[in-house]
Structures are given as C-alpha cells and as structure tokens.
T-cell receptor, first 113, second 112 residues
C-alpha cells in the first residue's frame, strides 16, 4: 500500500539554526510532492510544490529537495525563527481521486529563542 | 476573500444523533474534499467531489454521506453519530489540475 512517512518525533532547534524535516514514501510514482504547514487549531496551509524533474525548489527561507530514486523529500528552513514553530506535512497525490492528496502524519517543529 | 468556510466550528453530539457539516468556497474551485484528522493518524480522506454533480469515496467513508449542492458548497452528513467519529473535520478545495489544496479552519466534533 502507499505510505508516506515523516519523523513522528518533534524536532527542537535553536533560533537561527537550519531545520531539516524528512518525508519518505513507498509505492508511489509521484509527479510532484507538496509541503504544508499546520498551526494548532487551524487548517493546513500550502507552502511549496516540487515536481519530479526538479531537484530543488526555494521560497524565501524554505528549501525543498526531491529525490525520486531514494523516494525522499527534505524540507529545510534556514535561519529559523520561533514563528516557524508548527507542524509540517508532506503530501502526495492519490491516483484517480479528483486531485485529492494523501498526507503524512507531520513533524512538529519547535524553534526556541 | 473568505476562501473555504466551514460551519460549525465546534459541535457536541450524543451517540445516534445526526448532523451536517457545511463547507463553502468562494474561489470558483472545481474539486472539494472532506478530511478528518485524528491524533496519531494524520489527515484521512473521507469523500471528495472532483466536480459539481459528482462525489466519490475516499479512504474512510463509512458512517458518512456527502452532497455537492452546487459548485460552491459541499456538505458532510453524519446520519447516526458514533464516538469513533469524534475528530476534527477539514474541508478543502482546489481548481482542477492544480492539486494545491486550500483548507478551511476545521470543525471540531465530539460524540459522547
């Protein structure tokens, strides 16, 4: 079956450091992969989409890599700030489902001053 | 620009009661979705509507029904609520082919 795995343990880092979150998947051949941010009590918010032919994508302090051979995406937040504290979700499309997405369980990031 | 609006935000039901969660989007999106989110389980797709007039089951459809009332609105109905349906429910939408989902703020449902 299709699986998306994210580190279930919370990631605690110090302000100013780079946070790196991992997303691994099995039994997918995705055309693209997405990352979302979710704050407590709110719905997920889209951050970045990376296509299979893109090795890396950047948006401000965010960087995503996509390795279809390893079946892995890495999500980096550089110069992290306490406001970056949230849960980050990785998502892949579900085949033949009207563009619905399967989500990983998310990794909680806590950035401390 | 409201995006995706869900009502109610909170609801407490007794086992066996019925209720409908409402979702509306004002972005002219074609596809709409209902997910539930439980601790340790992540987001799971309940039902989706790829376009107005169509609905399909997702991963966990049992105990739920949906109606795509028009292009804007997609409702989720619990006919006979069970404690296992205690969850946070999210509605989402996207324009076809884009796959980037816009989510509502969620509806927290407790079934006693």
């Amino acid at each position: 079956s299709q699986k998306i795995e994210q580190n279930s343990e919370a990631l605690n880092i110090q302000e100013g450091k780079t946070a790196t979150l991992t997303c691994n998947y099995t039994n997918y051949s995705p055309a693209y992969l997405q990352w979302y941010r979710q704050d407590p009590g709110r719905g997920p918010v889209f951050l970045l989409l990376i296509r299979e032919n893109e090795k890396e994508k950047r948006k401000e302090r965010l960087k995503v890599t996509f390795d279809t051979t390893l079946k892995q995406s890495l999500f980096h937040i550089t110069a992290s700030q306490p406001a970056d504290s949230a849960t980050y979700l990785c998502a892949l499309d579900i085949a033949n489902s009207g563009y619905a997405l399967n989500f990983g369980k998310g990794t909680s990031l806590l950035v401390t001053p | 620009n409201a995006g995706v609006t869900q009502t109610p935000k909170f609801q407490v039901l007794k086992t066996g009661q019925s209720m409908t969660l409402q979702c509306a989007q004002d972005m002219n999106h074609n596809s709409m979705y209902w997910y539930r989110q439980d601790p340790g389980m992540g987001l799971r797709l309940i039902y989706y509507s790829a376009s107005e007039g169509t609905t399909d089951k997702g991963e966990v459809p049992n105990g739920y029904n949906v109606s795509r009332l028009n292009k804007r609105e997609f409702s989720l109905r619990l006919e006979s609520a069970a404690p296992s349906q205690t969850s946070v429910y999210f509605c989402a939408s996207t324009i076809s082919g884009a796959n980037v989902l816009t989510f509502g703020a969620g509806s927290r449902l407790t079934v006693l």
